[in-house]
């Protein structure tokens, strides 16, 4: 298994462009999640997902969209980047409501917005 | 919604003394409480967890206890190496599982040789 990818790695973009964050898991988990890290912050949610077509919104969801057509696939959209939106985003999955099984992390994606 | 704040900030100690870090939570009807370790550079990893429904949970260096009618839970690491070096992070749900995590700010812990 490969866990949770994502991708890219790192991206520099510039204000007001768009651009996507995948996120892929092969471990067929029915939750999938993504956070933002920024220092001194910790991970607050973004938005989350308890199964394909179904997506609701975390602690701060504006400037950024999701959608789950699949189990295994749920990207995050940035629709118009702003300077704010710098941050190490992480991708976690995890089976749903079962305590046994913790998040799975992706590696992260270290996204600049200049 | 779920408040989780965490303390200390930052925490030295000297390679073989325990470390202790704590969180307190805000909503009652959390019930899922799990620890992550984060080293630099990497990917949050799980070390422990504990449920409502259980007072302390040990897993050899490592043990967490909970007080429900506090609301407020801690990480106790005995015996500290420097790999334990890392930033850890408590969390709190409501959901019985990993499900809307809400992570307090986390502590930089420092294992000096």
């Known amino acids: 298994n490969a866990g949770v990818t994502q991708t890219p790695k790192f991206q520099v973009l510039k204000t007001g462009q768009s651009m996507t964050l995948q996120c892929a898991q092969d471990m067929n988990h029915e939750y999938m999640s993504w956070y933002r890290q920024d220092p001194g912050m910790g991970l607050r949610l973004i938005h989350y997902s308890v199964g394909a077509g179904i997506t609701d919104q975390g602690e701060v969801p504006n400037g950024y969209n999701v959608s789950r057509s699949t189990t295994e696939d749920f990207p995050l959209r940035l629709l118009s980047a702003a300077p704010s939106q710098t941050s190490v985003y992480f991708c976690?999955?995890?089976?749903?409501?079962?305590?046994?099984?913790?998040?799975?992390f992706g590696s992260g994606t270290r996204l600049t917005v200049v | 919604g779920e408040n989780v704040e965490q303390h200390p900030s930052t925490l030295s100690v000297q390679e073989g003394d325990s470390a202790v870090i704590k969180c307190t939570y805000s909503d009652s009807a959390s019930n899922y409480f799990p620890w992550y370790k984060q080293e630099l550079g990497k990917r949050p990893q799980l070390i422990i967890d504990?449920?409502?429904?259980?007072g302390e949970k040990k897993d050899q260096r490592i043990a967490v206890t909970l007080n429900k009618t506090a609301k407020h839970f801690s990480l106790h690491i005995t015996e500290t190496q420097p790999e334990d070096s890392a930033v850890y992070f408590c969390?709190?749900?409501?959901?019985?599982?990993?499900?809307?995590?809400?992570f307090g700010k986390g502590t930089k812990l420092t294992v000096n040789p």
């Open positions: 969390a709190a749900s409501k959901q019985g599982g990993s499900e809307k995590l809400v």
């Open positions: 976690a999955s995890s089976y749903s409501r079962d305590p046994n099984y913790g998040y799975t």
């Open positions: 504990i449920r409502s429904n259980v």
